[in-house]
């Protein structure tokens, strides 16, 4: 089992910044890939941005630019650095873990980024 933790949501205006954490814990070895999922109300979950343990990144069209994923292996915790946020971008944010030769997913409880206006 492998346990995520996020933290960092909150309530920031438009054109502001926010960094969201991850930290993993539990059976973190063979984990391919961490990423952060977000959810707004009545639209289904969709991928903001991924991180490989190879260190290759792939991001959503529209946060391209705007949103950086990073990892500290020392911490074993992937970050979401998210600037210039715009109101669309609110939303819950999962943060995603996909270990082993079955890409078994593991998920987070979830944090609330709510942009204004």
């Known amino acids: 089992q492998v346990q995520l933790v996020e933290s960092g949501g909150g309530l920031v205006q438009a054109g502001g910044s926010l960094r969201l954490s991850c930290a993993a814990s539990?059976?973190?070895?063979?984990?391919?890939?961490m990423g952060w999922y977000r959810q707004a109300p009545g639209k289904q979950r969709e991928l903001v941005a991924v991180i490989t343990s190879g260190g290759s990144t792939n991001y959503a069209d529209s946060v391209k630019g705007r949103f950086t994923i990073s990892r500290d292996n020392a911490r074993n915790t992937v970050y979401l650095q998210m600037n210039s946020l715009k109101p669309e971008d609110t939303a819950v944010y999962y943060c995603?873990?996909?270990?082993?030769?079955?890409?078994?997913?593991?998920w987070g409880k979830g944090t609330l980024v709510t942009v204004s206006s």
């Open positions: 539990g059976s973190i070895f063979s984990i391919n890939a």
């Open positions: 995603n873990a996909n270990r082993g030769s079955l890409h078994i997913h593991y």
